[in-house]
């Protein structure tokens, strides 16, 4: 491996070297960059330029180049296709005999440049090795369980995993092929907080033909959807609030849905257009408008773990129930009274 090719590496993840390093590169930790003070702003990390192994001083993050670039979030076959690009690994045989077929097809079969969709850059064996990883993360199931309501038995159904310092989220059609892969946050550390893998088509999360219930409840998010699941309630994630399409409705037919969305504009305009796509579709819905005086992004996954952290412990069928009924105007005439107070006494 030659310095320049370890160099032109770690540009292509977003880490630039040093120019002046000559073996052992100082650069920021990228593989926890949260487990240092001050963003690691005196540099922790160092990369040998001969080998491209990087070594944290700090956290105890290490590993070779492909290491480095799962850490920056690429999928074990993308990156593999950069180490090969820039010469830091030998394609395999089986690789090239694939690559030259697929090549052949592609020029067989070429259509318009207009009408060709990004090919999806994650595969089966990507979803399986980020779940693999998350399953054997303690730590983080444990914190998932306590932060967002998470359970580890709904995680292992829906083969939810961790790739670098983000959750990944599949998304399957009817038949449970693979169309996309969703990239969250759940701490709400990064900005935006839910990325797609390159390629991904968006869809409701799980597919309705997954879910066997007359009755389910179509949420905003996955990670709604999750929480949700993790009670018991048949949930369904609409992934994001522009992404409904009214062709979906159809995925929803002979059920009774409750929709929550998030409670702010963006939320509640997204479940009356859901709403009225259902109506249209002769499906019969409500909209669940979980606290009506609030526009802060108030939303089911709030709700749960506000409620489990009241009754810890198992819900019972009445409670879990209730999380779907919005706050009663006393609850709101008390939250606005102390509200009230609160603003006299900083006054």
Not at 119 to 137: K, P, Q
Not at 242 to 248: F, G, L
Not at 284 to 304: A, K, N, Q
Request: net charge positive; glycine share 8%; with cysteine.
């Amino acid at each position: 491996m030659s310095l320049a090719d370890t160099r032109a590496f770690y540009a292509a993840l977003g880490i630039e070297l040093p120019a002046w390093s000559q073996r052992e590169a100082p650069v920021r930790c990228f593989a926890q960059p949260d487990a240092h003070a001050h963003g690691d702003r005196s540099p922790s990390c160092s990369v040998n330029l001969a080998s491209g192994a990087w070594n944290c001083h700090g956290c105890g993050g290490h590993g070779g180049a492909y290491d480095a670039a799962i850490a920056r979030g690429h999928s074990p076959r993308s990156a593999m296709k950069l180490l090969i690009a820039h010469q830091l690994a030998e394609p395999r045989e089986a690789d090239r005999r694939a690559e030259r077929t697929a090549l052949t097809r592609r020029i067989e079969t070429a259509a318009p440049a207009k009408s060709i969709a990004a090919a999806l850059t994650a595969d089966d064996d990507d979803v399986r090795y980020w779940a693999d990883g998350l399953e054997d993360d303690g730590r983080l199931l444990r914190r998932l369980a306590i932060e967002r309501a998470w359970t580890a038995r709904v995680i292992r159904d829906l083969q939810i995993g961790v790739s670098g310092s983000r959750i990944t989220i599949p998304i399957r059609n009817a038949h449970g092929e693979l169309r996309g892969v969703l990239r969250y946050d759940p701490f709400g550390r990064r900005d935006p907080k839910m990325l797609a893998v390159t390629g991904t088509r968006l869809g409701l999360i799980p597919h309705p033909a997954r879910v066997a219930t007359k009755y389910v409840v179509l949420v905003e998010g996955p990670p709604d959807m999750v929480a949700a699941r993790s009670l018991g309630l048949a949930a369904i994630a609409v992934p994001g609030t522009s992404a409904w399409q009214p062709s979906w409705a159809h995925l929803l037919r002979n059920r009774h849905v409750k929709i929550v969305m998030d409670c702010d504009a963006a939320g509640r305009r997204a479940a009356e257009q859901i709403h009225g796509s259902l109506r249209a579709a002769a499906i019969t819905s409500e909209i669940v408008d979980l606290w009506p005086d609030r526009d802060d992004g108030y939303d089911l996954t709030d709700r749960i773990v506000e409620r489990k952290r009241q009754r810890p412990g198992r819900l019972t069928a009445a409670a879990v129930a209730s999380l779907l009924a919005p706050v009663p105007s006393v609850h709101r005439k008390r939250a606005h009274s102390r509200a009230r107070v609160t603003q006299e006494v900083a006054r």
